[in-house]
């Protein structure tokens, strides 16, 4: 009788034997680096290697031209996993948050997962999702208000960092732009008569730095002024400036924004200005990550024998559009070591990601990946 320890032989003798393609895909996305929403010549590769798995593809799901939708049915009663993909880059570095090899590990682990449901006659429906635009734009989350995630039971994304951890923790976050209105004047002749929009916006700044005080451990608001005028001898009539802001909690990302909206609207009072808001980007939630997958993901470190370490509030915390997924349904990122020492979004951790640590990364990810949504459908 076959038991999941046999599978997951197969899938690493499997994995083994792609290898080298699946290399050859991730060096591909490498080498041509797409910023968010632009990701076409990545999509291809992703779908072309895909579609010769033996998945049935769609581009462009959820009103996204860059984004796809992978499914490979059994159409034998089971549960459907969904495994998802990264591939955009950042401005200038190219892939220093190792995105190429995000999207490789999701197609690569579904063309493994496939072969094994057909071998085992295992039941239910595996997905690859392309999902575009993670750095900015936040595709995940249009594609959860899109409905792309309904009826699939459990989703996983890996992540590569400086150490493999199998949980995350990560904030939510929103950024918002706002716009004071003034009146100009001339700042020499008659300033009695303008109303300075960039006095409202300093203003917002220390208010908002008043407040911080205030805020629960592990908040963040940080800010940049975009306009501020074009003539020292001109009282501004107009000056923007742009904020992100960071939380634990979506619940508690709420209470801030009402917080830095006060902020905005006390300032211009004060400085007898106007001001409008606006949301610059999709909201993102916090990370919620399925504690049964996390589990998974963590015996599959031990079986395969990846050193891990447990997540902590000590290691950095970002904020990424997986959260929206996992406020939706079971899912989890978790993390595979790329490069010690080397954090995310710089050149050192994009030359990685394109070299033999990223060839590393990817062959550990593709199996964790395969064997984690394996220990789903076989519940």
């Not at 150490?163 to 001339?186: L, R």
Request: overall charge negative; proline content about 2%.
């Amino acid at each position: 009788m076959n038991t999941l320890e046999d599978m997951k032989r197969d899938i690493m003798e499997l994995a083994g034997e792609k290898k080298e393609e699946l290399e050859q895909v991730s060096s591909y996305i490498f080498s041509h680096p797409e910023l968010a929403f632009e990701e076409y010549q990545s999509q291809e590769a992703l779908c072309s290697l895909l579609e010769k798995g033996g998945f049935h593809v769609k581009k462009g799901i959820a009103g996204l031209e860059t984004s796809f939708e992978a499914v490979y049915d059994t159409g034998r009663p089971g549960k459907t996993v969904a495994l998802m993909g990264e591939y955009d880059c950042l401005p200038e570095i190219g892939h220093g948050c190792g995105h190429n090899l995000i999207g490789t590990s999701a197609a690569g682990a579904g063309i493994v997962l496939k072969e094994i449901m057909d071998r085992y006659q295992l039941g239910g429906a595996l997905k690859v999702l392309g999902t575009p635009a993670e750095e900015q734009g936040s595709g995940k989350a249009i594609m959860v208000r899109e409905g792309v995630f309904k009826n699939i039971d459990a989703a996983f994304l890996m992540h590569p960092m400086e150490a493999s951890i199998p949980d995350d923790v990560s904030f939510a976050c929103v950024t918002m732009e706002f716009t004071f209105t003034g009146k100009s004047a001339h700042a020499a002749a008659y300033p009695w008569v303008g109303a300075n929009a960039l006095s409202g916006v300093q203003l917002m700044f220390h208010a908002v730095d008043m407040m911080r005080l205030h805020f629960k451990d592990y908040s963040r608001v940080h800010g940049i002024i975009t306009a501020g005028g074009t003539a020292h001898n001109t009282i501004s009539d107009a000056a923007k400036a742009v904020f992100n802001i960071r939380a634990l909690d979506y619940d508690y990302l709420m209470e801030l924004v009402d917080m830095v909206q006060d902020c905005a609207r006390g300032a211009a009072i004060a400085t007898r200005t106007s001001v409008e808001s606006r949301q610059l980007d999709e909201i993102v939630k916090e990370v919620r990550n399925d504690k049964r997958l996390v589990d998974y993901v963590r015996k599959n470190m031990e079986w395969i024998h990846e050193e891990y370490i447990e997540r902590d509030m000590t290691q950095g915390i970002g904020s990424t559009d997986v959260g929206n997924v996992t406020h939706e349904i079971p899912a989890i990122q978790f993390y595979v070591k790329l490069k010690e020492g080397v954090g995310t979004h710089t050149k050192e951790f994009a030359a990685a990601a394109g070299g033999e640590e990223g060839k590393r990364n990817l062959h550990v990810s593709v199996l964790l990946l395969a064997m984690s949504a394996l220990d789903v459908l076989v519940e």
